[in-house]
């Protein structure tokens, strides 16, 4: 192992330790007395036929009695270090399933969420929680165990013979060698294929997920995402087998020269025996003590491969857990004032990573308190991103984004956030009663019926609601069943995105209301209601609407067109028709729709 290996597996001790001292203790305790019984077996044993063969009775009673204790011990420790381990395991798994997820609910942005490498990250560290860290603590203490059975059968093979001991320990380098550059294929081996588990793992999903089994069906994607599910996963065994095969033969080999090493040792006991110069007993032992040593060290070096095998996968725990905040701390902190002036936004430039093209290239543009804002610009005009930097999902790669003159990047973002109200383009559906897929949106009002419900109204989710088998409690989802033990109901798209508008309203702290195409899956006659009483709501509160459909917006305070990273009009209504530019061509060309129809 190497020496990070070792500060891993320190490290894990030291977890081991915080999640039960005295479970840790008594595992030790354990794992040295298991690990001393095959050494008092042996020595009992050569006692016992010593004894024996000198047809002595009191030489024989202590090894008699030393035997049953032996025995006993050795049938019970198990059942103890089987309890001992599975408790510790359990609590161990709290602790690293509560400190993964603190650490990954700590990134306050999004970027690491966009992130391969930290996806491919996480996706092991989950793994190496529920329950995959028993191996590796147990492995740990299996390799003490070990270790002392090792260090005691050779202080007893070197009493009877030192050449031998220092034979067998010696053969044992080869193994140890061989197993340990295994284990480093093994690893690299696992590495590579990290790319190609990710991709099995998603055409996978494709086939047994409901939210594509409509185009895969429709399509017929059935079989091509089962070729690649299968090609995948067959260069995934390729490699695995031909490392599987190396293995066997290098274990073969050793296997081979272990047992030259103790058929030598033997032949020599059984001549030394007949010349005198060993005792029953002694040959007896030395056999036990060849045989038990060499289980002992291939064990070892098994648990100690395993060890740091399974350390890995602890590894990327450790990095996760390593990983520095994703938004910069702030440089002067700052408390949230209530909003009284407005928000500003002061040539902001963004762009996703360096190798993305700008999204915004220097938009100056003021959200006046109480104004309610329209946002409106072409498909991947940076709408919402100009949202997401709001919401401080990221912060600008150049320029301010100011809260009555506060810098965002100086208040904690989850008391920016607990200011707004957001609904999302990609808004969530949650598999969760209605009145939680609401109450979700400020988890203080989770028992509050009567907000809940009142948000619900304003969103025109409410009859919606009513009209369900239980409600206000009925379970949304063909995951769960509901509390009654009946199945969920499915809402339509249009109204899982009433609740979700009801989500973003139920907040009472809130001094920005933002909607991302609020109406997008509404049928026109929702449509209408909504925007009624949408307007009716931001009448006198701050509120940034964008939407595609430019007559939800004309009655906006302020219409903001969006353009090539820029902000290229701004009015009312009345001035952008009388400019004349992009809105009145863009409003023209839908209202043109409208009428052809009509
Ligand atoms: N997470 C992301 N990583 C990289 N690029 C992104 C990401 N999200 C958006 N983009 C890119 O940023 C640009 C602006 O996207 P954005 O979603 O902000 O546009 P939009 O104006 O909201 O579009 P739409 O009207 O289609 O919703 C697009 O070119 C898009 O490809």
Redesign the pocket.
């Known amino acids: 192992m190497t020496s990070d290996r070792l500060r891993r597996a320190a490290t894990l001790g030291l977890l081991c330790w915080r999640a039960g001292p005295v479970l840790a203790v008594s595992q030790l305790v354990v794992t040295v007395v298991a690990g001393l019984l095959p050494t008092g077996t042996v020595w009992v044993t050569k006692l016992l036929i010593d004894g024996l063969a000198a047809g002595l009775v009191d030489r024989v009673l202590g090894p008699v009695v030393g035997l049953v204790a032996l025995g006993l011990a050795a049938g019970v420790l198990p059942h103890v270090t089987g309890y001992l381990r599975a408790e510790s395991d359990r609590r161990l798994d709290l602790l690293l399933q509560d400190r993964l997820y603190t650490r990954v609910n700590g990134f306050q942005g ?1 970027s690491r969420f ?1 992130d391969p490498a930290f996806l491919d990250e996480l996706r092991m560290a989950t793994q190496a929680t529920g329950g995959a860290m028993g191996p590796i603590t147990s492995g740990l203490f299996d390799l003490c165990r070990n270790v002392i059975t090792l260090a005691g059968l050779l202080g007893a093979l070197a009493v009877l013979s030192p050449l031998m001991a220092g034979l067998v320990a010696v053969a044992a380098l080869p193994t140890l060698a061989a197993r340990m550059s295994l284990e480093k294929r093994r690893t690299r081996m696992i590495a590579g294929q990290s790319t190609a588990a990710r991709r099995q793992i998603f055409y996978s999903s494709l086939i047994t997920d409901v939210e594509a089994a409509k185009e895969v069906r429709l399509f017929g994607l059935g079989d091509f995402l089962r070729r690649r599910v299968i090609g995948e996963l067959g260069t995934m065994q390729a490699a695995e087998r031909r490392l599987d095969r190396r293995e066997a033969l290098t274990q073969s080999a050793l296997a081979g020269l272990s047992a030259v090493v103790s058929g030598a040792g033997l032949v020599w006991a059984v001549y030394a025996a007949l010349a005198g110069r060993l005792t029953l007993g002694d040959v007896t032992a030395f056999a036990a003590a060849v045989a038990g040593t060499q289980a002992a060290l291939i064990a070892t070096v098994e648990n100690a491969a395993n060890a740091s095998h399974a350390l890995l996968l602890f590894d990327h725990h450790e990095r996760v857990m390593s990983l520095s905040d994703d938004l910069s701390p702030p440089r002067r902190p700052a408390l949230l004032p209530a909003l009284r002036r407005g928000i500003e936004l002061r040539d902001v430039w963004f762009r ?1 990573d360096e190798s ?1 093209p700008w ?1 915004l290239s220097g938009v100056d543009l003021t959200i006046p308190h109480g104004a309610s804002v329209a946002l409106v ?10 949202i997401k930097l709001l919401c401080r999902f990221y912060d600008p790669s150049r320029g301010a984004i100011l809260w009555d003159g506060v810098d965002i990047r100086d208040v904690p973002p989850a008391e920016l956030r607990a200011r707004m109200g957001v609904l999302f ?1 990609d808004y969530m559906s949650y598999d969760l009663t209605a009145a939680e897929n609401i109450g979700v949106g400020e988890l203080e009002a989770m028992s509050d019926r009567a907000r809940i419900q009142a948000a619900a109204e304003m969103s025109g989710a409410d009859q919606i609601v009513r009209a369900l088998p239980q409600g206000y409690d009925t379970m949304l989802s063909r995951i769960f069943f509901g509390p009654e033990d009946d199945a969920g109901v499915v809402l339509s798209g249009g109204q899982w995105q009433r609740l979700a508008l009801a989500r973003a309203l139920v907040r009472e702290r809130r001094d920005l209301l933002i909607l ?2 609020p109406s997008s899956g509404l049928d026109a006659e929702a449509e209408y209601e909504v925007h009624r009483r949408l307007r009716e709501h931001r009448s006198g509160r701050t509120s940034l609407l ?1 939407s ?1 459909r430019l007559g939800a917006v004309r009655d906006a305070d302020l219409i903001v067109v ?1 353009g090539e990273g820029r902000i290229v009009e701004q009015g009312t209504h009345d001035d952008l028709i009388a400019a004349r530019g992009g809105y009145a061509h863009l409003f023209e060309t839908q209202a043109s729709g409208y009428r052809v129809e009509a």
């Not at 610009?377 to 100009?386: C, E, F, I, R, W």
Request: proline content about 0%; overall charge negative.
């Open positions: 999004l966009e996703y993305h999204v610009g072409l498909n991947g005009a940076g709408k919402s991103t100009l383009q991302d195409e964008v595609h969006l």
